[in-house]
């Protein structure tokens, strides 16, 4: 991990991939319901269900995914999506997946940074890009047409509240301009000491001009000021070598995997 400074929790890559397994995001399918099944979390939607977390007794992984599936056919479901990565399925071997005939559909990157008070100022922001974090009505609408405009839907954290439950406190969302134009916004959740980034987007006209930038510097300045000292990010292939140009370092994989169900796992 990169040294910025004097932390109170030893952030080792095994501490890391530990607050990564605790985390369910609250970016969840638009329309999609959340359930809890015999200790199984999952997003339903049409006829996919999305395994987010196994919270039941110790088991062996392949076994955790054939009741994952059996749970999911009983609710109607023809495929589930189960990640791979730190967690009770870290341990699931390739030739487990080849014999339940997964498919992988993105392979994203747990990246993460020690943080500080002064972290964020080591990152250049072009002086026409400005970050605001949103605390009244108005921001929080401009949060939500950028996010709608970037994602091609509403931001669950708006829309679905209680989908950011398991975060210990109020999220913190930014909005950013550049030239005095709107061009982006991200957001992160506060765990106690983590700062679990997520969301951020930067409209078309506006990339690479330091937008996606700022909003990381000015997430992890206000993280700081409430005393996270880790900032932790599930980033896409697309967005995980900027992260990493910025200080940021890769400790492992979450892999998604689509699986059909009616399966025979033996």
């Not at 006829?47 to 088991?59: H, T």
């Not at 992160?188 to 996606?212: C, H, K, Q, T």
Request: glycine share 10%; proline share 6%; net charge negative.
């Amino acid at each position: 991990m990169s040294d910025a400074g004097e932390t109170r929790v030893d952030w080792s890559s095994e501490s890391v991939l530990r607050e990564s397994a605790r985390w369910r995001s609250s970016w969840h399918p638009p329309g999609s319901r959340y359930v809890v099944v015999d200790g199984f979390e999952f997003y339903e939607q049409d006829g996919e269900a999305i395994l987010l977390n196994y919270l039941g007794p110790s088991a062996e992984p392949r076994a955790i995914v054939g009741q994952a599936l059996a749970i999911a056919e009983e609710r109607g479901a023809h495929c589930a999506l189960v990640t791979i990565g730190p967690g009770p399925l870290a341990g699931l071997a390739m030739d487990d997946l080849v014999a339940l005939r997964a498919e992988t559909v993105a392979v994203i990157d747990v990246v993460a940074a020690e943080i500080s008070g002064a972290g964020s100022s080591r990152i250049s922001v072009p002086p026409e890009v400005l970050s605001r974090k949103a605390i009244d009505d108005a921001g929080l609408a401009e949060f939500d047409r950028i996010s709608r405009l970037a994602w091609g839907f509403a931001p669950p954290v708006l829309q679905d509240p209680a989908s950011a439950k398991d975060d210990d406190e109020e999220p913190g969302m930014f909005v950013a301009t550049c030239s005095g134009a709107p061009a982006g916004a991200g957001g992160y959740s506060l765990a106690g000491e983590v700062a679990r980034m997520w969301g951020a987007a930067v409209l078309p006209d506006f990339r690479r001009r330091g937008v996606y930038r700022g909003l990381i510097a000015a997430r992890l300045r206000d993280a700081a000021e409430r005393g996270a000292t880790l900032a932790l990010v599930h980033a896409e292939q697309t967005s995980s070598p900027i992260l990493q140009g910025l200080g940021f370092s890769k400790v492992g994989e979450r892999r998604r995997v689509r699986i059909a169900t009616g399966q025979a796992v033996r």
